[in-house]
């Protein structure tokens, strides 16, 4: 059989590993597949590898897919997503001087509890002349949408009463112990490569925010996926059984220690075991705390491409761009998730695959049945923390409702 190139950016992060593991398993050689790893170190970097050849697909943050696509920021270009690598991964973690005042020490904080106490500290630096500021790792991102989405919901305008800069994730730690921001919302390990410095703890996870908020996706330019739609579905289908392999318990070890080499992560394997295992230390020396869910990377059809998370990383782009809705902007920035593949993809393996490309976001507080192409599947709980419903039918309304700062 022969063997297809293909190359893949890649940021250290662990929401990295489903490529990475797919091909050290050698899942992608049962596909026909050789994958070569571009690692970089800020997103910008992936993207302009991605859009200008230097790379076939690219582990990407799913809102700057969609950002890509709608010419946010750049020239429009578009990119196609048919597997989502990733649900959350991501903390807030806080100087000691700053967690001390607003979350409960040993554990994580309620994220209205802590937004309370912030907003009191946020006025008291405002009046300073002081603002507090967080870091997040670009302004097209999971991170940068849920900590404003948290923020607002605590009453906290985030262009206003606070600051909110872009820092890449291996330099998330250091900024937080210059004492250049108060704050960082990133992905692991970078949360506790802080924690292990002593520079900072972690008072929230994202799962809290949003519980199966999507974080980090397969993209590639969409004629590439047109042109070389076998490839795509090969690779769909070594991802999938790279994240099958990536759950099991008994593979963390193995998995965190790949993960760990110098070509891929340069890291601390035992950080990383702590992420993919769900155990999260808040902070230095304390024991690790089970986190369900904290990064969600197989179950329940977490790496289907749901049309209506699109929508809401959408309708997100509108609120903090301060956009105008267009109903053709949120048909491209929904096309850019692309169902369809990952169906035909996975059709005839032992999956189950939903028979819907959308469905109302943070609406199931307990175990679901949903319609489904093939297998059985249910959907856990993936409420919003302020108890909100996201139809993406009603984007316009569901901006209407929100606070406005």
Known sequence: MSIDQMN????????????????????????????????????????????????????????????????????????????????????????????????????????????????????????????????????????????????????????????????????????????????????????????????????????????????????????KLDDDRDKIERLVRALHFAARHFVDPANWDTNAEILARKDYLDGSAKLINRAISDRIMLTAGARPLDVPDFMFQYREAANFPWKSQAAWLYSQMLRWDHLTYNAEDQLRAEEVFRPNVYRTALKGLDTPIPGANAKLEGSVTGSLPVGSTQGRLTLGANPFFDGRVFDPMEVGNYLDSLPKL
């Open 8 to 223: 893949i950016g890649f940021l250290p992060l662990v929401d990295a590993a489903l490529p990475i593991l797919a091909q050290e398993h050698g899942f992608a050689e049962e596909q026909g597949l050789h994958l070569n790893f571009i690692r970089d170190v800020s997103w910008a970097s992936v993207l302009d590898r991605l859009l200008y050849g230097h790379t076939d697909a690219a582990h990407l943050l799913a809102p700057l897919a969609i950002a890509t696509t709608l010419g946010r920021g750049r020239p429009a270009k578009a990119l196609a997503v048919p597997f989502v690598l990733s649900l959350n991964g991501n903390a807030i973690t806080m100087s000691h001087a700053l967690a001390d005042k607003v979350a409960p020490a040993g554990m994580l904080g309620d994220p209205v509890s802590v937004g309370e106490r912030l907003k009191s500290e946020v006025a008291k630096r405002a009046a300073a002349g002081n603002r507090i500021r967080f870091g997040v790792v670009h302004r097209y991102s999971g991170h940068n949408y849920k900590l404003r989405y948290w923020l607002a919901q605590c009453g906290i305008a985030p262009d206003t009463d606070v600051d909110i800069v872009t820092i890449a994730p291996p330099f998330a730690a250091d900024a937080l112990a210059n004492a250049e921001v108060d704050g960082i919302c990133v992905g692991e390990p970078w949360n506790s490569v802080a924690v292990e410095r002593g520079v900072g703890r972690i008072v929230l996870v994202t799962a809290q925010i949003w519980r199966r908020g999507v974080e980090k996706v397969l993209a590639m330019p969409a004629e």
